[in-house]
């Protein structure tokens, strides 16, 4: 029998932009997708509400999210991973 884990579901990178609740925090994700009859490449971008364990993503760290079961009524993406973090500047 063969137990090698899969991950199904998808998984973006982006940034947070919001972290003032408890245990979530809002990920903008961007795209560069290609127009389906056009041709064109663009830019589009949305935002997603992920599971944040801890509170320990801030605003400005790059972030990867993974799909999951349903949390809430919007939070169906936890944090994988916190790829880079903020740069903070003390004054």
């Known amino acids: 029998m ?5 991950t199904t579901g998808k998984t973006f ?5 919001k972290a003032a609740m408890k245990d979530t925090c809002t ?3 961007n795209r560069y ?5 056009y041709k064109k490449y663009y ?3 949305k935002k ?3 599971h944040d364990a801890g509170n320990v993503a801030k605003v400005g760290d ?5 799909e999951t079961r ?3 009524k919007r939070k169906r993406f936890v944090i994988a991973s916190i790829d880079k973090k903020a740069v903070v500047i003390s004054e």
């Open 2 to 6: 063969n137990t090698a884990i899969t």
């Open 13 to 17: 990178q982006g940034t947070v932009v």
């Open 27 to 29: 990920v903008l994700v």
């Open 33 to 37: 997708v290609q127009h389906p009859k």
């Open 43 to 45: 830019t589009t971008s």
């Open 48 to 50: 997603f509400l992920a």
């Open 62 to 66: 790059a972030v990867t999210i993974r």
């Open 70 to 72: 349903p949390i809430s």
